[in-house]
């Protein structure tokens, strides 16, 4: 065991501050990475606050992150993907059971025994898992990702978390050339959505609540913009979508967005708002409309969709801030206030 530098939160409503943490000293298949850039995910203020109470209970103190890159600074034994001084990634994900018809289909984030990045039962040292707001984090290979060459690191942190949950279900739902594909809410994934599904070829509109988000949606590769809160901007849209993503973080009404879809469209949410919403039968039955939901993605998919961002110089556009700044961060999360992608410089907690 080794101490490492950390920021946690000690309660739902305290801030976060720098705190020391006990990492486990990498076992044989365990690949221990100095984090040089984590993102914020809107995940991990939902977390850090216990907004999720009702599905997951945070445990505390709570370290967040889980949008990690970084150098390799040592292996086990028997790691053979990674070597000392190789950059390294690591999402959502730390472990499974790797048994389960889930995992042997490459579906580890519907593992029902999947260890979150943070505030999940670690095996290894017990209490929690603490995630990437830290100065390093060790990590069994099998669920450590190979970063592409060449990519701008700060921005490919995001891409553990934000690039694969938009990636995943667009692959899923065939997204292509001649879809037309809706993205509703530009923050994190929402921006990434829209270089996703730009760079598959669809016809892309973007749905948001900022007026002042128009230009850059265009520039990130939306072919059209809608302000969500004009009426005749949302009906032109009407019968008309083959696949949406919803990535809003509060509650908001989806029935908006069911009836643009045209017969057999669906609307993937994966924006996970702590309160239900609610959904009228109608806007599902009458175009045999679908609605359904998405959870990250598998260790494999997540390796491709950081492939394919290799291939098509994709990363997140970010403001890369200092650890002492994640207070302010989470309090501009909460008023959209993020263009778009907030990605933490990890030289910043030496400091502490
Ligand atoms: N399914 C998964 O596996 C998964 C993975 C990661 C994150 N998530 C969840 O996805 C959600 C989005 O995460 P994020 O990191 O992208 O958050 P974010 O950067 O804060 O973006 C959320 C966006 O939603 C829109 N929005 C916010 N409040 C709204 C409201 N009251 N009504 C309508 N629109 C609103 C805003 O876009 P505009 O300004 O354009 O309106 C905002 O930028 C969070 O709930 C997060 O927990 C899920
Ligand atoms: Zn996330
Ligand atoms: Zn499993």
Redesign the pocket.
């Known amino acids: 065991m080794y101490k490492a530098k950390a920021y946690s939160a000690a309660s739902a409503t305290s801030p976060l501050a720098s705190t020391v943490i006990s990492r486990r000293d990498p076992t044989e298949n365990d690949v221990q990475i100095e984090i040089l850039f984590c993102g914020i ?3 991990d203020l ?1 977390t850090a606050r216990n907004e999720w109470s009702e599905v997951m209970a945070t445990t505390y103190p709570c370290v967040p992150g889980h949008e990690i890159v970084g150098r390799v600074t040592k292996v086990g034994s028997a790691v053979t993907k990674f070597k000392p001084g190789d950059l390294a990634a690591v999402g959502c994900m730390v472990d499974s059971d790797r048994t389960c018809p889930e995992c042997r289909a490459g579906q580890e984030q519907y593992c029902p025994n999947v260890i979150l990045t943070y505030s999940f039962p670690d095996k290894h040292l017990g209490g929690v898992t603490y995630g990437g707001y830290s100065d390093s984090i060790v990590v069994d290979e099998r669920f450590v990702l190979r970063v592409p060459s060449g990519i701008d690191l700060a921005g490919a942190a995001p891409l553990l ?2 690039g694969i ?1 938009t990636y995943s279900p667009m692959r899923h739902w065939c997204v292509s050339k001649g879809k037309k594909v809706g993205v509703v ?6 921006h990434m959505a829209v270089k996703f599904a730009d760079a598959l070829g669809a016809h892309v509109v973007v749905f ?3 007026p002042g ?1 128009k230009d850059d949606a265009l520039r990130l590769g939306a072919d059209e913009v809608a302000v ?1 809160r004009n009426s005749d901007e949302m009906q032109k849209h009407t019968d008309s979508f083959d696949f949406i993503v919803d ?6 009404d989806i029935n908006a967005y069911i009836n643009l879809l045209k017969r057999d469209g669906n609307i993937t949410l ?4 702590a309160k239900p919403l609610s959904v009228g039968a109608f806007g599902l039955l009458l175009r045999r409309r679908s609605l359904s ?4 993605g598998g260790i494999a998919e997540t390796q491709e969709m950081l492939n394919f961002c290799g291939q098509h110089n994709i990363t997140s556009d970010v403001e890369v801030i200092p650890i002492q700044k994640i207070n302010e961060a989470y309090e501009r ?1 909460l008023k ?1 206030d ?1 263009k ?2 907030f990605s933490i410089d990890m030289a910043s907690l030496k400091a502490e």
């Open positions: 995910c809107h995940s939902h978390c934000a949950t809410g530009l923050g994190g994934l929402g948001t609540t900022s988000k969500s990535a809003v973080s509060a509650d908001h994966v924006g996970a708002p939901g998405s959870l990250i999360l959209s993020v778009y992608r």
